[in-house]
């Protein structure tokens, strides 16, 4: 493929994951809604559109169309700048996800995935490490002290839990022997799913994740009972929107680094045995990608509407004393199934 | 071979100009900012250079754990940032002449260094070749770091520690 031709590739696969994202994001918002009313025993949204499905667009003209107040005593270009850095890191992280495995289009093969580089793995880690900056500054800038109670809560949770994730993803790469997404999922061929082999280590893993995007059980960076809204308190209108949508971003990533990482990707087992044509296999591979990833993101909306929120301290010492010591052993673990069964 | 010189021009003047801003920066949030901004620049020649490896974890440890704890730092002090720092000029004559000599030594060793050049391509990933060194013939030395970092993680604890009696 010339020059030319990758940068062309790149630059659809990039539109159509943009748009994508876009929509997912905004109806993952009228799916938390619609499953929490469903939790709550009530109807959730049904007035716009058919049974409520435009609601996600009249919810965002609405932020879209209110007033942007900074508080006096925020920092300006701080307090402008922080959404951002949220929503860049939100949707950065999408380019090493790999959809489906190479299709053959038009004659060229197409890989589906955005980027897929060789320390795919390290990229996600790094760019995790990035979106605390955007919670700190947000928090910090707004001039609030809910604001800032709520970002530094945040930063120190995110901190914590990077740990016992990047322990976890150990267990994933010791048996992968590649950092590269697309070789990860390419080893969990069949049956042989990290979430089968290494139960201890997705179990750490998803509770990170929750940590990591701030979800109810974690979601004390803006426990609403003791700071208001949290880091998010002072930001409105357009800032506000992309807050938010950072956070279900931050979910839907969260649901589809599980899914590579732990469920298979996409991965169907038997299907080479079903003797189907080669684009048939594809589709149907793609398919069952977005499955687990929309069933991933059904369980965190459960969760959130099915547990209270733990205390801080309980947090951490879920983080610390429990996540951490299990990751540590799910390592040990995986490091004794290739001694003895040479995977 | 152009337009990667642009390429390495740019991260380099974006390491430099923000490492400038961090020195004479009077704000102490502005100066832990462009600190970002200098580690991401470093980042980038190391991208450059074929350093994959290097670059991410410069990143995830720079950026991602250390600025972090010093932004935490400044965050948690109150009014820090009404303090202007001082960034007078003290000492002229000998920081003149420490920084001449330090930097005649680094321009002597840039062009008297018979620089070893490598026949080989730059591999597409270092990652498994550095795994493998550090595993093999730095395993020692591997090992010692771990303990030094263990032992500095137990002293931070018991020094933060408070006394129960």
């Given at each position: 493929m010339s020059l030319l031709e990758t940068v062309i590739f790149a630059v659809i696969k990039m539109l159509v994951i943009v748009v994508v994202m876009f929509l997912t994001v905004a109806y993952s918002v009228y799916f938390e809604r619609k499953i929490s009313a469903w939790a709550q025993n009530r109807m959730g949204p049904n007035r716009v559109g058919y049974r409520g499905l435009l609601q996600p667009f009249a919810d965002v003209f609405k932020l879209l169309v209110k007033e942007d107040i900074v508080p006096d005593a925020a920092h300006k270009p701080l307090h402008t700048l922080a959404p951002f850095i949220a929503l860049f890191v939100a949707f950065a992280t999408y380019a090493v996800v790999p959809f489906g495995p190479s299709i053959n289009l038009f004659g060229y093969d197409v890989k589906l995935v955005?980027?897929?580089?060789?320390?795919?793995?390290?990229?996600?880690?790094?760019?995790?490490?990035?979106?605390v900056y955007g919670i700190t500054f947000a928090g910090w800038s707004s001039g609030s002290k809910y604001s800032l109670m709520g970002g530094i809560r945040s930063s120190a949770q995110m901190i914590s839990y990077e740990v016992s994730m990047g322990f976890s993803i150990a267990g994933v790469l010791l048996l992968s022997e590649s950092l590269r997404p697309i070789e990860i999922v390419n080893a969990q061929y069949g049956w042989m799913w990290n979430a089968v082999l290494q139960p201890i280590g997705f179990i750490t893993f998803v509770v990170s994740a929750f940590a990591e995007t701030n979800r109810l059980p974690f979601d004390l960076p803006e426990a609403e009972p003791e700071l208001v809204g949290g880091y998010h308190t002072e930001y409105s209108s357009f800032?506000?929107?992309?807050?938010?949508?950072?956070?279900?971003?931050?979910m839907i990533i969260a649901s589809c680094l599980i899914v590579t990482l732990y469920l298979g990707g996409w991965q169907i087992p038997y299907i080479d045995k079903l003797g189907l044509g080669e684009t048939l296999t594809v589709i149907l591979q793609v398919g069952a990608f977005i499955f687990k990833v929309v069933f991933m993101l059904f369980f965190f909306i459960w969760v959130r509407w099915s547990i209270p929120r733990f205390r801080y301290d309980q947090l951490m010492n879920i983080g610390w004393k429990v996540m951490f010591p299990l990751s540590l052993v799910n390592i040990l673990w995986v490091a004794v199934l290739i001694m003895i069964f040479n995977l | 071979m152009e337009f990667y010189d642009i390429i390495f021009y740019l991260f380099a003047l974006i390491t430099i100009g923000s490492a400038f801003v961090v020195v004479t920066s009077r704000n102490i949030v502005y100066a832990a900012f462009s600190l970002l901004f200098t580690f991401?620049?470093?980042?980038g020649i190391y991208v450059l250079l074929g350093a994959d490896f290097l670059a991410i974890v410069q990143i995830m440890v720079y950026v991602g754990g250390i600025l972090i704890l010093l932004l935490f730092g400044v965050m948690l002090t109150n009014k820090i940032t009404s303090v202007e720092i001082r960034t007078g000029t003290v000492h002229l004559l000998p920081a003149a002449i420490g920084i001449g000599i330090l930097f005649g030594a680094i321009i002597s060793v840039m062009l008297w260094t018979n620089w070893?050049?490598?026949?080989?391509?730059?591999?597409?990933s270092t990652t498994a070749n550095i795994g493998r060194e550090l595993i093999t013939n730095y395993v020692l030395i591997f090992e010692l770091l771990g303990m030094l970092l263990l032992i500095a993680l137990i002293g931070a604890a018991s020094i933060a520690r408070r006394d129960k009696e």
């Open positions: 955005v980027a897929d580089v060789n320390i795919g793995i390290l990229y996600v880690l790094a760019l995790t490490s990035l979106g800032k506000f929107a992309a807050f938010f949508l950072a956070e279900y971003a931050n | 991401f620049g470093v980042a070893n050049i490598s026949p080989e391509p730059i591999p597409p």
